[in-house]
């Protein structure tokens, strides 16, 4: 059962957007996506392989409304057609929504422009090597994160931070 989901979050998230890092715990790192590029908000192999680890445990949904006012969060099965049957249904996920594992070693923020998807290191290096190795999933996050030549808004360094303490970095 998750516990104290506003706690949770606010021991975990910092309510910070690109290219601000959010992360508040040090043994944790993170992806990110442009919502916008994909049709699932984040790309199908990132879901599966996040969602696999949850062993027929649900994971719970909130929005950050729902969140603010002490509302429980829903639980889903945990499976991308299950998740986003629920975000579209009555067309919640033009909301802001928080999925996160009842274990609490993971939390996916989904606002309106990135999916940040944040764990244990542990298990995000788990994720990426699911999903063809860092240089594989930093390619797709550069694409969606694409400043341009000289970086100019500092999304390189974003991801850069975003992805500290992964082994195989670029």
């Known amino acids: 059962m998750v516990d104290q989901p506003k706690k949770f979050i606010s021991e975990t998230l910092l309510p910070d957007y690109p290219p601000k890092v959010p992360l508040l715990k040090a043994n944790w790192s993170g992806l990110a996506f442009d919502r916008n590029v994909h049709s699932d908000l984040a790309p199908a192999n990132v879901w599966d392989a996040l969602l696999s680890f949850e062993d027929n445990s649900e994971v719970a949904v909130i929005s950050f409304r729902d969140l603010e006012m ?5 639980f ?3 499976d991308r057609e299950s998740l986003l049957a629920y975000l579209g249904h009555d067309f919640r996920f033009t909301a802001d929504h928080y999925v996160f594992s009842q274990e609490q070693n993971w939390i996916c923020r989904l606002d309106q422009d990135v999916t940040l998807i944040a764990g244990e290191t542990k ?5 990426v090597n699911c999903c063809d190795g860092f240089e594989s999933v930093m390619k797709i996050m550069s694409h969606d994160f694409d400043s341009g030549p000289n970086d100019e808004c500092g999304l390189e360094k974003y991801l850069i931070n975003l992805t500290r303490g992964l082994i195989n970095r670029a």
């Open 123 to 127: 298990l995000i290096q788990q994720l």
């Open 76 to 78: 889903v099965q945990p």
């Open 70 to 74: 002490d509302i429980l969060p829903v």
